[in-house]
């Protein structure tokens, strides 16, 4: 395996978008930043240089980090940010990843434009698991807002309400044909008739789910979160925020231009607050005459809640001989999450503008989550108290019939926290995530850090711990580090818990992690010294 190197330097750089400029955090002046090109089981290593005038911090999301928690990046969880003038070499190390992956900040809401892609190919003398495509194209489906990222967060703190829609969502930083002096800009995938490509699609959006689409094309997808998936034919993606899918389209309709589109889904009896669709151009090499305007996909209907349900039942492992899978069958720890979304009186009203004088909160396990004032990682190395607790639930601490009608919200008013939850080196462990009908429900895409995991099973309704593990799926279970939770439903997940370190887990849309919904889990380390979390890099920046 080789190791590589890269410089990101963080930088304030003008850009005009929606007929106005304005400047925005860049990685090396670029919006969305630079790619990272690698092989399976590679390391890079990223010589990150603040020179903008916040502080920040680099994730590399899906990479496990093997006991490596120091460069992992989630702020106040594994590091203190690197402040402006400041830099921090990260070793991003690569196992057994193999697809599409994402780097973004993970400090304050700066991941709106600093993010990009890692594509990480099979290594030498291997191959993907399907005809190799003419072309891999990296496709991120990212939101603009015309205001500055930071003053949208604080007013969104402020309000205690919901965060200000974007002003459009974008297709590799593009809104599309369809919004202001934007079309000479909008991205276009040119394509040879009867070649395949292959998108490398990442949900890089802040608050929303998205279908995305190609008029007339059929996907065939291919791999999900930089693991292999049984191919599967289908006109619609459904990817959450943090998610990535590998998808092969072919160039077989006659030449033409066609639009590729993403457009938001909220989900059944919820009020969209969104809904703008964001185009970019599927164009075929060739002398022909094309439609004007170019056919537009049709996606599914941004309240229908099947449509995602079915694409996701499609992500199934590979579990071929080439590419095993190794689900954890036998559990040593049992776990169970609610994620609620709490609606709690604020406690001054100058400060909060919604109604009744209450704001939202966000939970798991009842427990809103605190951030610290210096990372738990440098806590728990060094054994500095006071900074966290280990009392994080195993179960929720009152139990109720979680998706029942008009839930009152009063029900469950989350304690404030900064809890995390210890798991001794090798455990396997099942984790249920369960919604609440507090607020009538949402989704929730559930990210963890240092790990990917099996999802065993989901369903609508509360988790029945005699009955629906019967019904799990041990053959074949997806691999993923980000799953949605269903509104109102359940999901189960299983890993090994076989990389030590601090690792933080949390909803990947924006505005709940800002509300709380967010824990961290410390894998202690096992005996044998590869058992271990590595030393601690002297760079580390400085709390
Ligand atoms: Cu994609 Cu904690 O992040
Ligand atoms: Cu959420």
């Given at each position: 395996a080789a190791v590589r190197r890269a410089t990101f330097v963080v930088q304030e750089t003008s850009y005009t978008r929606l007929c106005d400029t304005k400047k925005i955090l860049t990685v090396n002046g670029q919006y969305p930043g630079p790619t990272l090109y690698a092989e399976t089981g590679d390391t890079i290593i990223v010589d990150v240089q603040n020179k903008g005038n916040q502080n920040i911090t680099l994730h590399w999301h899906g990479v496990k980090q093997p006991r490596n928690p120091w460069t992992d990046g989630p702020e106040f969880i594994t590091q203190c940010p690197i402040k402006p003038g400041g830099r921090f070499s990260q070793r991003v190390i690569l196992s057994d990843e193999e697809g599409t992956l994402w780097w973004h900040a993970?400090?304050?809401?700066?991941r709106a434009t600093v993010h990009g892609a890692i594509v990480i190919r099979p290594k030498q003398g291997t191959n993907y698991p399907f005809p190799k495509p003419h072309k891999e194209v990296p496709l991120i489906l990212g939101d603009w807002w015309k205001s500055d990222i930071e003053e949208v967060l604080q007013e969104f703190i402020r309000t205690g309400g919901d965060p200000n829609a974007s002003d459009a969502l974008t297709i590799n930083g593009q809104p599309g044909d369809f919004y202001n002096c934007s079309k000479q800009d909008t991205f276009k995938l040119i394509v040879d008739y009867g070649k395949t490509y292959m998108l490398r699609m990442i949900?890089?959006?802040?608050n929303n789910i998205l279908f995305f689409g190609i008029a007339n094309h059929t996907f065939t997808i291919v791999g999900q979160d930089a693991a292999y998936v049984k191919p599967f034919k289908s006109d619609y993606i459904t990817i959450t925020p943090g998610q990535t899918l590998d998808v092969l389209v072919e160039a077989n309709q006659p030449p033409n231009h066609y639009y590729m589109a993403s457009k938001v889904y909220i989900g059944a009896g919820l009020a969209p607050f969104v809904r703008s669709t964001t185009t970019a151009v599927l164009e075929y090499r060739g002398n022909y005459t094309a439609s004007s305007p170019p056919p537009l996909p049709i996606l599914p209907n941004i309240t229908n809640s099947t449509a995602p349900q079915s694409f996701s039942a499609?992500?199934?492992?590979?579990?071929?001989?080439?590419h095993p899978i190794k689900v954890p069958v036998n559990v040593d720890q049992k776990f169970l999450f609610t994620v609620s979304v709490n609606f709690v009186p604020c406690n001054n009203t100058t400060d909060c503008r919604t109604a009744n004088n209450q704001r939202f909160r966000a939970s798991i396990n009842n427990i809103t989550f605190q951030s610290p004032k210096i990372d738990i990682l440098e806590a728990y190395y060094r054994g500095i108290n006071g900074v966290y607790g280990d009392d994080f639930p195993a179960n929720p601490p009152l139990e109720f019939d979680y998706t029942a009608d008009n839930l009152s919200a009063a029900l469950r008013i989350p304690r404030n926290g900064t809890e995390v939850r210890v798991i001794p080196f090798n455990t396997t462990v099942e984790l249920v995530y369960q919604g609440t009908n507090l607020l009538r429900g949402i989704e929730h895409p559930m990210h963890l850090h240092g790990y990917s995991f099996f999802v065993v099973g989901t369903g609508l309704g509360n988790f029945d711990?005699?009955?629906?593990?019967?019904?799990?799926?041990?053959?074949d279970p997806p691999l993923v580090n980000t799953i949605s939770v269903p509104r109102n439903g359940w999901t189960a997940i299983r890993f090994t818990a076989d990389n030590p370190g601090v690792w933080l887990m949390h909803c990947h849309f924006e505005r709940h992690i800002t509300w709380g919904m967010e824990m961290t889990f410390i894998v202690r380390n096992g005996k044998r010294s590869e058992q271990k979390i590595l030393s601690r890099p002297s760079d580390m920046p400085p709390c």
């Amino acid at each position: 395996a080789a190791v590589r190197r890269a410089t990101f330097v963080v930088q304030e750089t003008s850009y005009t978008r929606l007929c106005d400029t304005k400047k925005i955090l860049t990685v090396n002046g670029q919006y969305p930043g630079p790619t990272l090109y690698a092989e399976t089981g590679d390391t890079i290593i990223v010589d990150v240089q603040n020179k903008g005038n916040q502080n920040i911090t680099l994730h590399w999301h899906g990479v496990k980090q093997p006991r490596n928690p120091w460069t992992d990046g989630p702020e106040f969880i594994t590091q203190c940010p690197i402040k402006p003038g400041g830099r921090f070499s990260q070793r991003v190390i690569l196992s057994d990843e193999e697809g599409t992956l994402w780097w973004h900040a993970h400090s304050d809401w700066s991941r709106a434009t600093v993010h990009g892609a890692i594509v990480i190919r099979p290594k030498q003398g291997t191959n993907y698991p399907f005809p190799k495509p003419h072309k891999e194209v990296p496709l991120i489906l990212g939101d603009w807002w015309k205001s500055d990222i930071e003053e949208v967060l604080q007013e969104f703190i402020r309000t205690g309400g919901d965060p200000n829609a974007s002003d459009a969502l974008t297709i590799n930083g593009q809104p599309g044909d369809f919004y202001n002096c934007s079309k000479q800009d909008t991205f276009k995938l040119i394509v040879d008739y009867g070649k395949t490509y292959m998108l490398r699609m990442i949900n890089a959006g802040m608050n929303n789910i998205l279908f995305f689409g190609i008029a007339n094309h059929t996907f065939t997808i291919v791999g999900q979160d930089a693991a292999y998936v049984k191919p599967f034919k289908s006109d619609y993606i459904t990817i959450t925020p943090g998610q990535t899918l590998d998808v092969l389209v072919e160039a077989n309709q006659p030449p033409n231009h066609y639009y590729m589109a993403s457009k938001v889904y909220i989900g059944a009896g919820l009020a969209p607050f969104v809904r703008s669709t964001t185009t970019a151009v599927l164009e075929y090499r060739g002398n022909y005459t094309a439609s004007s305007p170019p056919p537009l996909p049709i996606l599914p209907n941004i309240t229908n809640s099947t449509a995602p349900q079915s694409f996701s039942a499609n992500l199934r492992s590979l579990a071929s001989a080439d590419h095993p899978i190794k689900v954890p069958v036998n559990v040593d720890q049992k776990f169970l999450f609610t994620v609620s979304v709490n609606f709690v009186p604020c406690n001054n009203t100058t400060d909060c503008r919604t109604a009744n004088n209450q704001r939202f909160r966000a939970s798991i396990n009842n427990i809103t989550f605190q951030s610290p004032k210096i990372d738990i990682l440098e806590a728990y190395y060094r054994g500095i108290n006071g900074v966290y607790g280990d009392d994080f639930p195993a179960n929720p601490p009152l139990e109720f019939d979680y998706t029942a009608d008009n839930l009152s919200a009063a029900l469950r008013i989350p304690r404030n926290g900064t809890e995390v939850r210890v798991i001794p080196f090798n455990t396997t462990v099942e984790l249920v995530y369960q919604g609440t009908n507090l607020l009538r429900g949402i989704e929730h895409p559930m990210h963890l850090h240092g790990y990917s995991f099996f999802v065993v099973g989901t369903g609508l309704g509360n988790f029945d711990r005699e009955e629906d593990p019967k019904r799990y799926n041990l053959v074949d279970p997806p691999l993923v580090n980000t799953i949605s939770v269903p509104r109102n439903g359940w999901t189960a997940i299983r890993f090994t818990a076989d990389n030590p370190g601090v690792w933080l887990m949390h909803c990947h849309f924006e505005r709940h992690i800002t509300w709380g919904m967010e824990m961290t889990f410390i894998v202690r380390n096992g005996k044998r010294s590869e058992q271990k979390i590595l030393s601690r890099p002297s760079d580390m920046p400085p709390c």
